[in-house]
């Protein structure tokens, strides 16, 4: 194009490399964000023209107990999930870091194929593991003289399978991320700790979780952020039941929305989630600036 | 003796194929001395250190620390100290904490680790500093805790792993003086390795170079300056220039004779060659005197000069002989007035006893 100047030129060429991520970002995220939050604030069922509400939505929400019960079961689920899946991501991370395990490679793979199976196919899946009567589970638990539990009709335990789902599902994200973490850690340190005899118990202390600082912030938030949103495995499995046992908040918004048709009570409740990961992703960076310790 | 290193070897495996990173080294350490291992990437220095450290096992050989055999003894067993090349300062921990780490493993007293930590802190000269972190620093601060972290478990050996690569060429200087005044206040028997000669040659009492995984040679900084022994030596360390030729007669008087490819005979001082065997005379370029004269001398070749530096206090010349060859020479106490020409013929003059000759 030799009728452009060369400052344009450029420029265009820019605009036309990022444009595929441009476009993406602005129509599957951006313009969903400030719809929603420009649809909260009427009342609108799809067939009916938008009927502006004001802060109706938002008062409906919070003097609603349905909400306030998906928040807390949402809540429950996240507080169990979060930190176990964490836990046992970081003990898997150091099993397979061991520098004498051999097939690490396969181990890695193993555990990591949760993470890129889709929920909807593995929910299936657990569904039968979870079955009362023939579920591969309740056959495990048999062998140490347990009951047999109704994993998914029992609202005293549906929540709690849901749990055992979700932690499935991230630990092999948690696994890679702790793996990546451990591996810039140098190893000079550990060299250092062995001349003053310090045990193993001692370095991973003194060193390793310190310095897996960093990591461990980007899992919480990661892992805070996806159990506050889990969704897949309750619509596919228990829709939100027994007895609302597992309504947590994104069922309950899905419900409003396409159950009900309630778009301005459910953008309104998109909002509120929106705002509530924020402030806890803040928070979170907050109470961690001292006890995080970059490399 | 303090340290000794009886013909120990290492030979990494890897995918079927062996890498004989050090081979059959035998060194003996006295007490309270400093000793460097010198020499370039993948000489087998570090290697060396690690199995003193215990992070290496030997293939074969042992390490004997003051007559204990301590091959198989685990590193915190050894009662050796380590300075790593990064420091290996933990990030999260302040000078004092870092300082103490060793100690409080060591399920000393709390006053003791205090005391000692504080002693050590004012022996490195951080004192000030105790509440800081390493990222709160400077290089060579953050060189001093490590040296006080090492210090503070009073080791019988005190390792160096390059330590002052990571500073910058006027904090190195005043760090290895530095390190030198603690170790010889301290008396502690170190070893230091370093691919740096100036800082060898700076602050050891004893200087072991290495290639490929042997000792090249070992003496103190003057001798192996002075009287290399090989070729590899005489080049590693400062500049040199090498004159091609054959050992000719050895005379008590004159020393050994060589011609060369100058078609010339030159005085040398020691008698390392034999009669008839290609021989290197090795001349520092500080050892040439450069005149205008044209007369022969024995010790004396005539050459062009090909381009000179003004280096302040000192020219330096590279010059062209009859042959091809290329001489690097110095000369100090200039005057305005003997600042040469490019293309100027000049004779080159060296005693017998800077011309040291090695096997050629």
Not at chain 1, 202 to 224: A, C, E, G, H, Y
Request: aromatic content about 12%.
């Amino acid at each position: 194009m030799p009728f452009m100047r060369r400052r344009t030129r450029e420029a265009l060429a820019g605009w036309i490399f990022i444009s595929p991520a441009l476009v993406t970002q602005v129509l599957f995220i951006y313009f969903p964000l400030g719809w929603s939050f420009f649809v909260s604030f009427f009342r609108w069922n799809l067939i009916r023209p938008m009927r502006y509400i004001g802060f109706d939505n938002y008062t409906s929400m919070f003097t609603s107990s349905d909400f306030w019960h998906s928040l807390s079961v949402t809540f429950v689920y996240v507080a169990v999930t979060v930190p176990v899946s964490i836990f046992i991501g970081l003990l898997l991370a150091l099993l397979v870091n061991l520098p004498w395990l051999k097939g690490k490679g396969a181990f890695r793979t193993f555990f990591y194929v949760p993470v890129i199976t889709s929920m909807a196919a593995a929910a299936v899946i657990w569904a039968w593991i979870f079955e009362s009567n023939v579920g591969l589970l309740n056959y495990f638990l048999s062998w140490f003289g347990i009951k047999s539990i109704n994993w998914l009709s029992d609202p005293n335990y549906a929540l709690v399978a849901m749990m055992i789902i979700g932690i499935w599902k991230r630990i092999g994200y948690n696994m890679v991320l702790f793996l990546a973490g451990l591996q810039v850690i140098p190893r000079t340190y550990y060299e250092a700790a062995d001349i003053d005899g310090a045990t193993p118990f001692k370095k991973f202390l003194s060193i390793t979780w310190p310095l897996l600082s960093p990591t461990t912030l980007f899992v919480t938030v990661m892992q805070f952020i996806a159990s506050f949103r889990v969704f897949v495995s309750v619509s596919v499995m228990t829709r939100g039941g027994p007895a609302q046992s597992t309504q947590v908040i994104t069922f309950y918004l899905y419900e409003n929305a396409f159950a009900y048709l309630k778009f301005g009570y459910a953008a309104a409740i998109s909002v509120f989630m929106f705002v509530l990961m924020i402030i806890f992703t803040l928070i979170q960076f907050r109470f961690s600036k001292k006890r995080v310790h970059y490399l | 003796m303090g340290l000794v290193l009886e013909n120990i070897t290492k030979i990494f495996r890897s995918d079927g194929s062996d890498m004989r990173a050090v081979d059959h080294i035998a060194l003996e350490i006295p007490s309270g001395a400093l000793v460097t291992l010198l020499g370039p990437s993948g000489c087998g220095k570090t290697t060396t250190l690690r199995m003193i450290a215990g992070f290496e096992l030997p293939t074969e050989g042992s390490v004997r620390l003051e007559g204990e055999d301590i091959t198989f003894l685990p590193p915190n067993q050894r009662n050796i100290s380590m300075v790593f090349q990064s420091y290996a300062l933990f990030p999260h921990l302040s000078v004092e904490e870092n300082v103490a780490f060793g100690l409080k493993i060591k399920h000393i007293s709390r006053d003791t680790v205090r005391k000692e930590t504080r002693e050590m802190i004012d022996l490195v000269g951080l004192r000030g500093l105790e509440k800081r972190r390493p990222d709160q620093l400077s290089g060579g601060q953050q060189q001093r805790v490590a040296l006080a972290r090492s210090l503070v478990m009073k080791p019988k050996v005190l390792l160096f792993d390059e330590p002052l690569s990571n500073l910058d060429a006027k904090l190195r200087e005043s760090m290895r003086l530095e390190i030198r005044r603690i170790q010889q206040e301290t008396a502690i028997t170190s070893v230091y390795v370093t691919h740096d000669q100036v800082e060898a040659m700076s602050i050891s009492d004893l200087i072991v170079i290495m290639e490929k995984g042997k000792i090249m040679q070992k003496g103190s900084p003057f001798e192996v300056y002075i009287r290399p022994e090989n070729a590899f030596v005489a080049d590693f360390i400062g500049k040199v220039n090498f004159i091609e030729g054959v050992a000719d007669k050895q005379d008590p008087e004159s020393g050994i004779v060589v011609s060369s490819s100058l078609k010339k005979s030159f005085n040398c001082r020691n008698a390392l060659v034999e009669k008839g065997r290609p021989a290197r005379i090795v001349v520092r370029p500080e050892a040439f005197s450069l005149s205008n004269a044209r007369n022969e001398e024995l010790n004396s070749i005539a050459g062009t000069v090909l381009s000179y530096s003004f280096l302040g206090s000192h020219l330096e010349y590279i010059v062209k002989l009859p042959d091809g060859s290329v001489i690097n020479a110095l000369e100090y106490n200039l005057s305005e007035r003997q600042l040469p020409r490019v293309g100027e013929e000049k004779r080159l003059f060296f005693s017998k006893e800077n011309a040291w000759t090695i096997p050629g």
